[in-house]
Structures are given as C-alpha cells and as structure tokens.
C-alpha cells in the first residue's frame, strides 16, 4: 500500500520554463511534506518543506503547494535550470510518539533541456 | 559543519553472510534513521535511532537489525544475505530538541551501495 504517490516517473521541460512535480498521499494522519533532490550516486538532499497547517511556501525558485483537502501537493520550479536535472522525491512524515519516519514517493526525474 | 557520513561507500558480498554499514551523524545531531533504496520500491524506512534506542521500525525481516552508540553514531547489520538485499543503503540524521521534535528535515549521507552476488 504505497502511502505517497508520485505518478509521474519523468518530466522533460526546457530551460526557462516552469517544472510541476506532482505528489499525492492517502493517509490522513501526515502532517509535515518535503521534497528532496537526488543526483545519482549521492544521497538525497532537502530541498523544500511544508506543514500542514500551510498551503504553500516559498523558498527562491522553489514553491511547494498543500491541497489537503485533495491529499495533494506539487512543487513548482521557477525558471527551470539545466542544474535542475535530478530526481526528485516527495516525503510525508506523521509525528507519532515524538518519532516520525519518513515515507517517500517513487520519485519523478526532471530533465531540464538547454 | 560535517555532513553525514557512511562507510564504506561500497560493499559486494555473497548470499548467507552478513554485513555491517556504519553511519556517523553531523555532529549534534541525536536521531539517526535507516532507508533502503531499490528501483523496484523507492526508498523504504528501515528504523530509527534516538539516544541510543529503537523508537521507529519499518517493515522489514528480523535479519536487518540496528544499533547506536553513545556517541550518536549507528550501524546497521544485515545477517544472511539474500540478493533482494542489494540495495542503497542511506543513513539520515536531524537535530531535535525537546520542543522541535518533528517537522525538522533529515540530511542524508551518500548511502553504501550494497551488491549481494
């Protein structure tokens, strides 16, 4: 039972333009979302967060989108860099007893073309 | 400030042994956690150390098993090897405090590569 879904493998977009990665989840109790950035052969990177008690934040190119009434959050790129070229990842945590884990989607590649 | 670092980077065993990855946290940090990354299944929450205690596991057999020392550092050990268990291994840590227990990022180390053969 995969948890958080990200149902997009891969986005190609063009340098400049505007990438929308795309993630949704089940379960009710998540209360805090990341997106991570991964390259190959290193572990993944933080790059973004939001409670749940927020529907968007912002950080420089970066802004993650909360519906949670739709159980749906996006991340936005803008503009949209060759640098960009990772795969991303989302996660949800639910705090639980002090401890949250981390549940993480697939991940979707972003390919950004010059 | 020291990232998280895990050793070694590299490891090729074969089936029915059993390893050991070590990971050793940004200095200050008290919570270490275990993710198993496969194509097949993303990454994959394997458990969680906190002041040298257990508090979080995964869904996974009895053979990976985990401990942490005084110092925060952690090991993971998987015993009886089975060539499903090739994987990334990464190794995550997260400063907390008493009053920011969650909703606090993890840094990632760059993970053991594991090969069962």
């Known amino acids: 039972d995969q948890q958080v879904k990200q149902n997009s493998p891969s986005l190609s977009v063009q340098e400049g333009r505007i990438s929308i990665l795309n993630c949704d989840y089940t379960n009710s109790m998540f209360d805090y979302f990341l997106w991570y950035k991964k390259y190959p052969a290193e572990g993944p990177t933080f790059l973004i967060s939001?409670?749940?008690?927020?529907d968007k934040n912002e950080d420089g190119r970066f802004t993650v989108f909360l519906n949670k009434s739709a159980k749906h959050l996006s991340l936005h790129i803008v503009p949209s860099q060759p640098g960009d070229s990772a795969v991303y990842f989302c996660a949800a945590s639910a705090a639980q007893g002090g401890s949250e884990k981390l549940v993480f989607g697939k991940g979707t590649k972003l390919t950004v073309n010059p | 400030k020291a990232g998280v670092t895990q050793t070694p980077r590299y490891l090729i065993k074969t089936r029915g042994q059993q390893v050991t990855l070590s990971c050793s946290p940004i200095s200050g940090h008290r919570s270490v956690s275990w993710y198993q990354q496969t194509p097949g299944q993303g990454l994959q929450f394997l458990f969680e150390y906190f002041s040298e205690t257990q508090r979080n596991k995964g869904n996974f057999p009895g053979r990976f098993s985990g401990r942490q020392f005084s110092n925060s550092r952690s090991e993971m050990n998987v015993s009886t090897l089975e060539l499903g268990d090739s994987a990334l291994y990464l190794c995550?840590?997260?400063?907390?405090?008493?009053?920011?227990?969650?909703?606090?990022?993890?840094?990632f180390g760059q993970g053991t590569r594991l090969t069962v053969v």
């Open positions: 995550a840590s997260k400063p907390e405090t008493l009053f920011d227990r969650g909703n606090t990022e993890a840094f």
């Open positions: 939001i409670s749940s008690i927020k």
